[in-house]
């Protein structure tokens, strides 16, 4: 009796433990995915995240971020004789000679996915192809994506041209941050007004079903067919090409919350589906919490100078950070003063706080100080009282002489009158 009860109790424990796991990690369809916080980069979930996977139109994240960095929106560029001609796949037919602003070959860019404007973009900015391309991966190192490598502007298979589900997060929480282009992403139709080469308006609508879903297209989400539409998504971006499969990046914001997900190399709308679960669990297992606001004091620093004097630090910004809801991570806080000299100005640096989950620096903000600290001649050990009694010895010393010469400048002329006086004395 008593081993069956112990079987049960096991059996009833084990169950519990794998629903607990299969809500708290969901299961992924595509070969490749991960979630992340937007605001701190914080790595939630993932699958396979730094496997090497083609990114097909995804790469034209980098091609937008950079031409926005590289120039305005109202910048009119120009089509070349070759542009048209270079390329197949997504386009919006572009001709030779045609000119249209960067901001209808951005939303061309991300919308339609088209591959000429990707093309025209890079010649237009960089000059060629070949030195656009090496920006991108110049940027990419700079964004910490060590894992990518670009050989175009727009995506079209080439088995040097590569990156990771990790790589890409980091770019597109770079990309995020830029006004333009989260407008230009969440979108959701978008048309090109006749130009010198086409008389007739050109209309798009944005290709992530996230964001934008007219069809019957259906996904299966917790034993329920729904539609991809996702309430909270805000981008980003969708690719295909047949060595890449489906590939999707994608953001979602929820009180306050910012969570981007990407998955790649899936069938179908898998994309879809593995980024409902993500954000869904990500919205359900974390939320952000402010640790600190900017201005709030933290102690007070005395200053070795023998007067005991003390300045306030406060903190220089806001911190906050993304928790689990359920049982919220241990965050510990360090407080480090620097060796200060005086004078100090207001805003001056004096110190920081660092914030650290298991041992680890998740973030710091600067202590300053939040009025200006003038400098004092004293000295310690005693100089303090040392050097007033000096100064009080010596304005009587000044008094005195003051005094001297004063008693000095009476006694003359008194002996003049006298003088005088015998004078007339004498002469009479």
Not at 28 to 33: F, K, M, S
Not at 234 to 245: F, H, I, L, N
Not at 414 to 424: A, D, E, Q
Request: glycine share 6%; proline share 4%; with cysteine.
């Amino acid at each position: 009796m008593i081993k069956k009860v112990i079987a049960c109790i096991l059996l009833f424990s084990v169950l519990i433990l794998n629903s607990y796991k299969a809500y708290a990690e969901p299961s992924l369809l595509c070969d490749a995915a991960i979630l992340i916080d937007s605001a701190t980069g914080t790595v939630l979930a993932g699958k396979n995240p730094d496997k090497k996977m083609y990114p097909a139109s995804l790469t034209k994240i980098m091609t937008a971020i950079l031409a926005l960095e590289m120039g305005k929106m109202s910048d009119v560029i120009k089509v070349d004789d070759d542009t048209p001609h270079e390329i197949f796949g997504s386009h919006i037919a572009l001709e030779p000679g045609e000119i249209l602003t960067l901001k209808d070959m951005l939303y061309a860019l991300m919308l339609p996915s088209a591959n000429d404007a990707a093309l025209a973009i890079a010649k237009h900015y960089a000059g060629s192809e070949k030195e656009f391309v090496r920006l991108m991966n110049e940027k990419a190192k700079e964004l910490g994506a060590y894992s990518t490598n670009f050989v175009n502007p727009h995506g079209l298979h080439d088995p040097n041209h590569y990156t990771t589900a990790a790589d890409l997060a980091a770019i597109t929480r770079y990309a995020m941050k830029n006004e333009d282009f989260r407008k230009i992403v969440q979108t959701k139709r978008y048309e090109i007004q006749p130009t010198n080469k086409k008389d007739e308006v050109r209309y798009f609508t944005n290709l992530n079903r996230l964001i934008y879903n007219t069809g019957q297209n259906q996904i299966y989400i917790d034993g329920v067919y729904i539609s991809p539409l996702y309430e909270y998504a805000t981008g980003v971006k969708t690719g295909y090409t047949p060595e890449a499969g489906n590939t999707l990046v994608a953001s979602a914001e929820k009180n306050g919350t910012e969570l981007i997900a990407v998955a790649m190399n899936g069938v179908s709308l898998e994309m879809y589906q593995d980024a409902h679960y993500l954000f869904n669990f990500g919205f359900n297992e974390y939320k952000v919490e402010t640790l600190i606001t900017k201005n709030t004091f933290v102690k007070n620093i005395k200053i070795e100078n023998g007067d005991s004097r003390e300045i306030s630090a406060i903190t220089e910004s806001d911190f906050s950070t993304i928790v689990k809801t359920s049982s919220p991570d241990k965050i510990e806080s360090k407080v480090t003063i620097n060796d200060l000299v005086l004078p100090l100005s207001k805003d001056d640096i004096v110190g920081k706080i660092e914030y650290l989950m298991d041992g680890k620096v998740i973030g710091t903000v600067n202590l300053i100080t939040p009025t200006p600290v003038k400098s004092t001649l004293v000295e310690k050990s005693g100089g303090g009282l040392f050097l007033s009694i000096l100064k009080f010895v010596g304005y009587i010393v000044i008094f005195a002489l003051a005094v001297l010469f004063i008693f000095k400048i009476y006694n003359d002329i008194r002996i003049r009158i006298n003088r005088k006086k015998r004078r007339r004395k004498y002469s009479s």
